[in-house]
Nanobody, 124 residues
Framework: QVQLVESGGGLVQAGGSLRLSCAGSGRTFSRYGMGWFRQAPGKEREFVAAVNRSGGSTYYADSVKGRFTISRDNAVNTVYLQMNSLKPEDTAVYYC?????????????????WGQGTQVTVSS
């Protein structure tokens, strides 16, 4: 089992940057594929990015490709989401998630554990 705690959200102007962090508890962090999802008011939770167990493979939603970068550091049980060139439509609560047997990274039902979320607000 792993517990996840996100941090790094906040208010930023369009074109700005933020880096989200997700700290995981436990010794088995490296066993989990990790993902970031987001949910805007009145919308479904959607996939943003994912990284495999080793950090060697990354995946992105088309809407963030080229602007966001996911990475992980298994030595400190943390996954990151660097967000650049932010747009007002990126405004959402961002969640990190962990899954032990993820086959399709964008399917939220394949993730076993979720953090509580961190708010990102991008002003125009």
């Amino acid at each position: 089992q792993v517990q996840l705690v996100e941090s790094g959200g906040g208010l930023v102007q369009a074109g700005g940057s933020l880096r989200l962090s997700c700290a995981g508890s436990g010794r088995t962090f490296s066993r989990y594929g990790m993902g970031w999802f987001r949910q805007a008011p009145g919308k479904e939770r959607e996939f943003v990015a994912a990284v495999n167990r080793s950090g060697g493979s990354t995946y992105y939603a088309d809407s963030v490709k080229g602007r966001f970068t996911i990475s992980r550091d298994n030595a400190v049980n943390t996954v990151y989401l660097q967000m650049n060139s932010l747009k007002p439509e990126d405004t959402a609560v961002y969640y990190c998630a962990a899954g032990e047997r993820i086959r399709t990274v964008w399917r939220k039902y394949e993730y076993d554990y979720w953090g509580q979320g961190t708010q990102v607000t991008v002003s125009s």
